[in-house]
């Protein structure tokens, strides 16, 4: 009922202090809303000039690692730009590609590629390839993002709608679960009824995309690398690197696994590892997330002295909320006609998990409190969001399709509720009983009806290419302890923890995107200067 970037949580945490850590070999194991400004000067010049990637064979093929290659070969097609709110500064086309390399006879399908030219005169020859998270995300949003923390810099950036996102074709859009979300900011969060509701939604969705002929088996993580495979080699580039975020993680973890040739290094930003990523995995991050900002309030004298008893605060809210939930009628953040609006305690745990989205991360505390003491306006204000979704941006036809064959199976209901029982003890079972960001999924599955993959993706990926692993120490979707934990089996990585950031850190911390630019200079020596000095920001003190 939110949009999920997330990602069992039984193994250990690791401790992130900021510091840069360096793997070493054979180690043992232990959405931001649209920024409104753009780079104007940037763009203008961008807008004339584009950037040489490499041709463009008709010829080009893609192999999968298991599989002989596909009988329709990967090719680029020239074309226009899709119209987006901020203008694309760059040139565009399609990639086709088989929609099932498994049964290549079958259709063609098109990723929208956006071809953005590097900012400088001197270009380096290896350009930077995002993914973009989710599943289901809109890769061609975050291009502002991208430019503003300047990884267009030196390089040319190429960014990809994944199958099935927005502007590829087809798009995997589920309106109907969009206008489901937008009700159920006024349903309480875990109950039954609630989750018939998001289960219908999910079913006419589902029934529509394959009535239309979209194969939903197709739209998973091995077939989304192998995209990625393919459009290098149409594009002739010889090397490139990949920078991904989120599930864009997953996916580069996967790519670099199954598709290593080509990749000068890869940067992974918020890390869903492919071996981990599960329901229960989830609750290990919202609870390392959530106890991060606690921690940081307590390391703050004013916070402290304010909100001394976070922790125990929260476990009272979420418990009385879910004996007795409030119903509010309150206007959206960005004003409006006032909506009706639940709180109840899994509709609190799922605010804090948005990293920021909904709560900033520095009101949290002062939420809470609020809370406490009777008003919960911010809170539900903050709901209230909810109520205005962008109805086809997002492509829950992607998410549910890796999230059903990739994350759910192998774990139980019951997996999920004792993973949040270790994460929060005391809690209602009614909100343990619930992934955070996706609940109701093993029901929602059983209509989705996609085979179980997990024998090919859960799998660790070890290679010597020089890796980049940045993570938030505030993030509850992807607990930050998480990229240490990847870097176990990259030897030539360097993995970062930022204090104080959330889910996707480069574009929300200038020393992140500056760790990010020396590692794409230097794979095997980036600069983290920077980072010890990096500390959280002051924390909302209500008087």
Known sequence: MAEHDIGPGTLPSLSGTGTPVRSRARHTRPRLGRRARTHAALLAACLGVLGAVGTTPSSARSTPADGPPPRHPARFVP??????????????????????????????????VAIIPAASKTRAADPVVFMEGGPGGDAFGAIPFLID???????????VAQRGALHSQPNLACPEMDRFNATAVGLPYDAPSTGRGLVRAAKACRDRLTAEGNDLTAYNTTENAADFAALRKALGIKKWNVYGYSYGTDLGLTYLRRHPQGIRSLAIDSVVPPQIVSLPWAWDSAQEGINAIFAACAAQPACKSRYPHLSRTLTQQVRRLEANPLTLTVPPPGGGTPV???????????????????VPSADVPAALYELAAGHPERLARAQAAGATPAIGEFAHGLTHSVACAEWVPGFSKRDVLEAGRRAFPGWPDSVLAHAPQLPFEHDLCRVWNVPDRTAVQRVATRSKVPALIITGTFDAKTGASWGPFTGRTLPRSTAVVIPGITHWVVPQNPCAASVLLSFLARPTAPDTGCVPGVRPKPFTIVP
């Open 79 to 112: 074309g226009p730009c899709p119209q987006t709110p901020d203008p694309v500064p760059g040139r565009c086309g399609f990639l086709e590609v088989p929609e099932n390399r498994e049964r290549p006879t079958r259709r063609t399908i098109r990723l929208a």
């Open 149 to 159: 923390s300047g990884v267009n810099r030196d390089r040319d950036l190429i960014v």
């Open 340 to 358: 009706k609006v639940v709180l109840d305690g899994g509709t609190l745990v799922n605010l804090l998990v948005t990293n920021g989205q909904l």
